[in-house]
């Protein structure tokens, strides 16, 4: 394994130590040997103003790499497999149910390849690997990881070995298994995996997707902010909700907006951030309720599997973008998450998975709290599909109506549905 050299026509410069400062270059490495913070990737603005313009992001491919110019990599042909550029959908039937005017849904349900928002990290983060002289790539993950470094390894032809908690569900198992990798299915929970993960990177020479490349990886994120902007019209919401596990996908968002407003794509604005968190693993929404200026870990305890990450690493960080912006980080139960679940799919169309639940229940909780202006433009991020999570929501959506092939007996069924559904609305109206 070699490590390239900085391009001279790149425009990302270093990687930088977000506590101390201290520079160090842009190489497979991602803590600051004097302070142990995290490394995170430096730009060349003054050259991204000069040269960067609407007109040329729109030219660009209907994917992430549209904005190729914000992203870490030197190659002009990275690997793009039509990640990116998700619909933001106007969500006009939930938000009449919340009693709100201007909400918007980014549905990164519907990313390629593997269906969620870790697809646009990954692209990032292998490309980045490539550069770097990686053949074997891998991953501690929570199930959605793990798709999609299997998915980007097969088709850039790079060998992959990805590390999950053993009890994932299932259908996150079968959809990283499909692409071939070796997968180390760990019992432990996801802060145990990633410890292991530490030490492998440390001994095999492997390129780690959230590990030794995190600080390329995590600005894969900030194509959700980028988009959002742009499909505003090339304007900045007023708000926006988005989940929390590690807080770094919090934290990417908020650095894209701030860069496309640096660059003078967009006008300068104050963007509020809520975060999501489940009960069953809230350390953020913990220390946020608490006025804490730190995290305290945490063992997961929750159906949100995807977003059960006890020792956020970007958990501060995300803590402080809240109260600056003076938005605000709630959590919900188990419950609450499958009827955020129901109530997306029933009043918009959209399934997601236990993080989209987790994230829609906590705006319902802000808006009933008035934390919310209902004419304010919202923005709530939906970051992974609910087929990847079927058992959540097992048992708390009915079933088929079993009827024979004859007139009589589809009547019959008919007039039974009709009348549980006049009783599940009295129960409401009561």
Known sequence: MTQATQSTTATFKALKCKECGTEYEPKATHVCEFC?????????????RRTVTRESIQKGPNSIWRYRPFLPVVTETPIDVGTGMTPLVKANRLARRLGIKNLYIKNDAVNMPTLSFKDRVVSVALTRAQELGFTTVSCASTGNLANSTAAIAAHAGLDCCVFIPADLEAGKVLGTLIYGPTVMAVQGNYDQVNRLCCEVANTQGWGFVNI????????????????VAEQLGWQLPDHIVAPLASGSLFTKIYKGFQEFIKVGLVDEKSVRFSGAQAEGCSPIAQAYRDGR????????NTIAKSIAIGNPADGIYALEIAKKTNGSIESVNDAEIVDGIKLLAETEGIFTETAGGTTVAVLKKLVEAGKIDPSETTVVYITGNGLKTQEAVQGYIGEPLTIEAKLDSFERALERSRTLERLDWQQVLV
Do not use: H, I, Q, W
């Open 212 to 227: 030794n490349l995190r600080p390329y990886y995590s600005e894969g994120s900030k194509t959700l902010g980028y988009e």
């Open 36 to 48: 142990f913070g995290p490394l995170e990737v430096t730009y060349d603005y003054d050259a991204l």
């Open 293 to 300: 200026d730190f995290v305290t870990p945490v063992k997961p």
